[in-house]
């Protein structure tokens, strides 16, 4: 059975840091490619960033660049969010996703994890 794990969010400061982890089982890790998507109330689903260390190839959502890092740990089958410089925007619940090609959109990714909700105080 094909399962995620998101984990790690929780309240934190403006300008704090927190990791998100996404714990996988039920499929070649290595595989595939794990995307970190976030939503909040009233909008639509959207891609964070994602990443293939097969293809060397990546997404991140611009406003999320030079802060937010993504990585992988083959080994374990996780991956991990990196969020520095946390902001009020950033407030969401934070999902993992997998799909087998790199893209930022919802509908691209066919397994999910249950989401970690992720808020920044100001």
């Known amino acids: 059975e094909v399962q995620l794990q998101a984990s790690g969010g929780g309240l934190v400061q403006a300008g704090e840091s927190l990791r998100l982890s996404c714990r996988t089982s039920?499929?070649?890790?290595?595989?595939?490619?794990i995307g970190w998507f976030r939503q909040t109330p009233g909008k639509e689903r959207e891609g964070v960033a994602c990443?293939?260390?097969?293809?060397?190839?990546?997404y991140s959502l611009e406003s999320v660049k030079g802060r937010f890092t993504i990585s992988k740990d083959n080994a374990k089958a996780t991956a991990y969010l990196q969020m520095n410089s946390l902001k009020p925007e950033d407030t969401a619940v934070y999902y993992c996703?997998?799909?087998?090609?790199?893209?930022?959109?919802?509908?691209?990714?066919?397994?999910w994890g249950q989401g970690t909700l992720v808020t920044v105080s100001s």
């Open positions: 996703a997998r799909s087998t090609a790199v893209r930022s959109t919802a509908a691209s990714y066919d397994y």
């Open positions: 039920g499929f070649p890790f290595h595989e595939y490619i």
């Open positions: 990443m293939s260390d097969q293809y060397g190839s990546s």
